[in-house]
């Protein structure tokens, strides 16, 4: 965070959230590394569409950096379209708070009267859409402030105007509750679930709002623009893909957890003299080697039919297994 801050100083925000999406990829892997959360070769194709999307919006808005002194930053902040679109975005951060808000009062009241809600897909949906809005303000924002600070830290002083204080109030505001809302979006949600998602529409906004305040759109020729509004759609595509991939891994465990008890009921008629031992070796082998490999299966795309990885051989024999 540190060297994007100082990055945003010298380049386009743009490219600094297009360099930023690599962590796309590598959150993919270290979710299946250190969260154990499955994957199908389905992430991984939403992976590259999504980043090819993103690359392609980013060159579809190339232009010049523009560097602005304090008076020119000032006046920026003062343009019409500059106003609406903080106004706009302002608004529907303050309309999903407002439904987060509200859910929160309904399953306090709930828990009161003795009833246990989860927080639905829908609102950790809005805590991903409304942390990736945040953190288009602290792009933007952030980016004005680190304009300022490297000029004036060279020897040119560039804090003499009493608006700055209000950018890096919203920039020192905006960071941290950024962090908060990232946290608990990923708390809710399914990692492969909020970092696609997130990056998209923070990529988006990070693009927009600099297209508007910077007046990165302003050559922009047919190229630019097809290009731009190619990109877009492709990043949609990868959002899409992401939850088709999410859809599809529920209903492969809802199946196999289904498959598991049939399973287990028909050992234990199998196997009464050793009940308690056979269920617990028989759960043991499904969720450590079957279970794995059937995913492991499903993300290299392929499927056989017969047995699948290694077999069970303790006290209970395993039947014929799910065939993706």
């Not at 992430?43 to 590259?48: G, H, I």
């Not at 902040?77 to 987060?100: H, T």
């Not at 508007?212 to 877009?232: H, K, L, T």
Request: net charge negative.
């Amino acid at each position: 965070n540190a060297m994007d801050f100082v990055a945003l100083g010298i380049t386009k925000q743009s490219v600094v959230t297009l360099v930023g999406s690599w962590t796309l990829a590598i959150n993919t892997l270290l979710a299946r590394c250190l969260l154990g959360e499955r994957t199908i070769y389905l992430d991984y194709v939403a992976v590259v569409v999504i980043f090819g999307g993103i690359a392609m919006t980013v060159f579809g808005s190339n232009s010049c950096v523009k560097d602005l002194t304090i008076k020119e930053l000032v006046d920026q902040y003062r343009k019409g379209d500059v106003v609406v679109m903080l106004l706009v975005l302002a608004s529907i951060i303050g309309f999903c708070f407002f439904i987060i808000i509200m859910d929160k009062i309904k399953r306090v009241r709930a828990k009161r009267r003795g009833i246990e809600l989860e927080i639905s897909r829908n609102i950790g949906t809005v805590y991903c859409l409304v942390g990736s809005f945040v953190a288009t303000y602290t792009v933007l924002f952030g980016k004005a402030f680190s304009g300022l600070l490297i000029p004036t830290l060279l020897g040119d002083n560039q804090f003499t105007e009493p608006f700055v204080v209000l950018v890096v109030m919203v920039f020192l505001i905006s960071l941290p509750l950024q962090l908060v809302l990232i946290n608990v979006s990923l708390s809710v949600n399914d990692a492969l679930f909020h970092i696609p998602n997130f990056y998209v529409f923070w990529n988006l906004g990070s693009i927009i709002s600099g297209a508007i305040f910077y007046d990165e759109v302003a050559n922009y020729g047919p190229r630019e623009w097809s290009m731009f509004i190619i990109g877009v759609a492709v990043l949609m595509f990868g959002v899409l893909l992401t939850n088709v991939s999410i859809g599809i891994k529920r209903d492969i465990e809802e199946k196999m957890e289904a498959q598991r008890q049939q399973e287990a009921a028909q050992a234990t008629q199998d196997h009464p003299e050793d009940t308690a031992q056979a269920a617990v070796d028989y759960d043991h082998w499904y969720n450590e080697v079957h279970l794995a490999d059937v995913f492991r299966r499903s993300a290299s795309g392929g499927s056989r039919s017969g047995n699948h990885g290694e077999q069970y051989h303790p006290s209970v024999p395993v039947p014929q297994v799910f065939v993706l």
